[in-house]
């Protein structure tokens, strides 16, 4: 899974979106929404993913760092 996030304004608002995808089907297996970004952002958006796919075996998680 590959896990990026992305900031934006809407009605003067910060909206945050945390994603996950499969790497191979680049199909968005989780995410959640916030007004702030912050570790719990991420890890609900995880936890979604993970419920979605329900992995067997061993999984690879990519992250970008916020770079």
């Known amino acids: 899974m590959d896990g990026r996030y992305y900031v934006h304004s809407y009605r003067r608002r910060l909206v945050v ?18 007004t702030r970004m912050t570790k719990e952002l991420v890890i609900k958006a995880l936890q979604r993913a993970l419920n979605s796919e329900k992995p067997t075996g061993r999984m690879i998680h990519h992250s970008d760092r916020g770079s």
């Open 17 to 34: 979106f945390s994603e996950y995808h499969g790497l191979y089907t680049r199909k968005i297996v989780g995410w959640y929404i916030d």
